[in-house]
């Protein structure tokens, strides 16, 4: 017998049988929370109390009277991180989508802030995910070395012409190629010379007489010499005057007969490095150079160094030269002169050394690196250059304090040295962690959190929002700037610098396809109507910022029109210097917006611009020309403030 399990076989439910099953486990339920809570009140009210003082989460329940703290999610630009919201939408500057903020979701609108003063907190976690790395600061000498291109050359002082002082013919020339070395005493040419021969033949002539006279007498005790002893001396001294060497002089005043020609030798081991265009039986006169010998034994190095290294280059300080062709060893020299002038082109003065050459393997021309000992004595601070923000004015440094708090710190930097280093004069002690790689991470971390706790903190949505346009660095809105009186004239020479700045900021403003149809920028009425009104404020304190207009004027003259794009922009700060203690008429601006009525000058700002420039403008329009691109990103950026004039529209 079968049972069957079918569903058809089992018996239906009654309705009213599931209507008090779900009732009964309803009424457990609301039982058991009433009950827990209860319960939680009367025995564990302390436990409840301490965990709402310990954490940053607010009670909950039926009994709480604290509102759970609602969180904000902040939208911010990738491109643009000064811009954040709390909806989402598009950035004002690049019209990009703005994205949420990792970890923007902050209860209560709180947001971590740097600890203390300057002091940076970042999780330990996201520390990691930087790669910050950190190095001790440690004391001792600084290794450093001043490299700079050389060349080998030969010594000036080691060089010997042989000039004949007598005229003659060249029977036989024994150094007759250019290059060959010659020993000292070894021969160079044999001369024939009748006024030679003859000179000798004096020489033999009186010694014979010498010889045969009475000798030397004495009067009142002095030695007085006979006349052939006179003779024979004048004869050698005439030999002498004529070339000859005094050990050539005796050989052949010893002679029977004068020789037909005299030999001619080396003075030292040399090198013949010019020969006069003579061979044997040449024909030569007196005064006239045959050959210029120079001994190589020692060479000189002729270094070109930097400016910026000269003073730490000294006389007699050790040298290594390295010369490529002989391979990696280097040879050991000594300074020996410094130039006392600087190439105006190269920026770099020559620094001459001595070297040993030996073995002769050493060429004039040949390349080399000098490299000149420049250590240090007394001992310094040194930190890696790479742990240095160099900020243009200041340099600063991240002491890391542990615990992701990282301490930005003001430091005085000394001498660079070897291996990538450098001497701290001030700022930071022996012993202290820096950070030597990542720092830039964490500045830009330090200044997203003070920007994301401003935006919070004062409460600015409708700052950045859609609708606002960007604040430019630098520009404290509601500020007015202290106005100088101007006379007529001046009036009028302002006038004139602000149209023919607008002038340009409309060229460079209209949309550009082609390189070649874009127009030359004529700057010379800028700088004239600029120095114009200089002349005028001649003597007074605000002098300079008619000398910063026209410095950021003819910085432009002569480049590309590319680069004078990115060159405006210092124009325009400079230009908005001037005219908010000067400001230009109405009259001025209403002819170059060429309206019959209103008429505004517009600060404008692309936070875009290239080159890492400020990226401010002046137009009169608020519709943005953008003057630093020439097709693409023409609406980049957008109006900062309006910039005051002194007259309405006549």
Not at 545 to 563: D, F, Q, R, Y
Request: hydrophobic share 40%.
């Amino acid at each position: 017998m079968s049972i069957d399990t079918t569903p058809a076989a089992r018996p239906r439910p009654r309705p009213i049988s599931l209507v008090l099953l779900f009732a009964v486990a309803a009424g457990g339920v609301y039982a058991g929370v009433r009950w827990h809570t209860t319960i939680e009140r009367w025995i564990l009210p302390s436990a409840r109390a301490g965990a709402g003082a310990g954490t940053d989460r607010a009670p909950t329940g039926p009994d709480s009277t604290t509102a759970a703290p609602t969180a904000k999610q902040i939208w911010t630009c990738g491109m643009h991180p000064q811009v954040m919201q709390d909806q989402p939408g598009d950035c004002p500057i690049c019209h990009m989508k703005l994205t949420p903020l990792a970890g923007g979701n902050t209860p209560g609108g709180r947001v971590g802030a740097p600890e203390g003063a300057g002091t940076v907190v970042i999780d330990p976690a996201v520390v990691q995910n930087m790669g910050v790395r950190t190095v001790v600061a440690s004391k001792g000498t600084l290794s450093r070395h001043v490299r700079a291109a050389a060349t080998i050359v030969e010594p000036e002082s080691a060089r010997s012409d042989v000039s004949l002082r007598v005229s003659g013919w060249i029977e036989k020339l024994h150094a007759d190629t250019e290059g060959m070395k010659v020993r000292a005493g070894e021969p160079l040419f044999d001369l024939y010379s009748p006024e030679l021969r003859q000179a000798i033949e004096e020489l033999i002539a009186a010694r014979r007489a010498a010889s045969s006279a009475p000798s030397d007498s004495t009067s009142s005790g002095v030695a007085v010499p006979s006349a052939s002893t006179v003779l024979v001396e004048a004869a050698q001294a005439r030999l002498r005057a004529l070339g000859l060497t005094p050990e050539q002089v005796e050989q052949l005043g010893g002679l029977d007969h004068a020789p037909a020609t005299v030999t001619f030798t080396s003075p030292i081991d040399a090198i013949v490095v010019e020969k006069a265009e003579i061979y044997s039986g040449s024909g030569v006169m007196a005064g006239q150079t045959v050959l210029r010998l120079a001994d190589r034994s020692t060479m000189w190095v002729e270094a070109r160094v930097p400016e910026h290294s000269l003073r730490h280059v000294k006389l007699g300080q050790r040298a290594s030269v390295r010369v490529g062709a002989l391979g990696s060893e280097p040879i050991a020299g000594e300074v020996m002169f410094i130039h006392p002038d600087l190439d105006d082109m190269t920026r770099t003065a020559l620094v001459r050394a001595t070297i040993p050459n030996p073995d002769g393997l050493l060429r004039v021309g040949m390349y080399a690196i000098a490299e000149f000992d420049a250590s240090t004595a007394e001992s310094v601070t040194i930190l890696p250059r790479e742990a240095v923000i160099d900020t243009g004015e200041s340099q600063v440094v991240f002491i890391s304090a542990g615990k992701g708090r990282f301490e930005p710190r003001r430091v005085v930097l000394g001498e660079p040295g070897d291996g990538g280093v450098v001497g701290v004069a001030s700022g930071v002690e022996p012993g202290e962690v820096v950070v030597a790689s990542g720092q830039f991470l964490i500045d830009s971390e330090s200044r997203l959190r003070e920007a994301i706790a401003k935006f919070l903190g004062q409460g600015a949505l409708e700052a950045s929002s859609p609708a606002a346009p960007p604040v430019a660095p630098g520009v404290a809105p509601g500020v007015a700037p202290v106005v100088a009186d101007a006379t007529p004239e001046q009036q009028k020479l302002v006038d004139a610098v602000i149209t023919e700045y607008l002038r340009l900021s409309n060229i460079l403003g209209a949309e550009q396809k082609e390189r070649e149809t874009a127009p030359k920028l004529e700057l010379q009425p800028l700088i004239s109507a600029a120095h114009a009104f200089h002349a005028s404020l001649a003597g007074t304190k605000h002098e300079r910022l008619t000398l910063g207009v026209i410095k950021a004027s003819e910085a432009m003259t002569g480049h590309p029109l590319e680069h004078q794009r990115q060159l405006f922009s210092a124009l325009g700060e400079r230009l908005v210097e001037l005219i908010d203690v000067y400001p230009p008429s109405r009259a001025a601006i209403a002819a170059d917006a060429g309206q019959g009525g209103v008429a505004e000058l517009y600060l404008m700002n692309c936070p875009m611009a290239p080159g890492g420039a400020k990226g401010d403008w002046l137009q009169t329009s608020p519709d943005v020309a953008n003057p630093f691109f020439a097709a693409d990103m023409k609406s980049c950026g957008g109006p900062v403030r309006t910039i005051k004039t002194r007259e309405p529209v006549r």
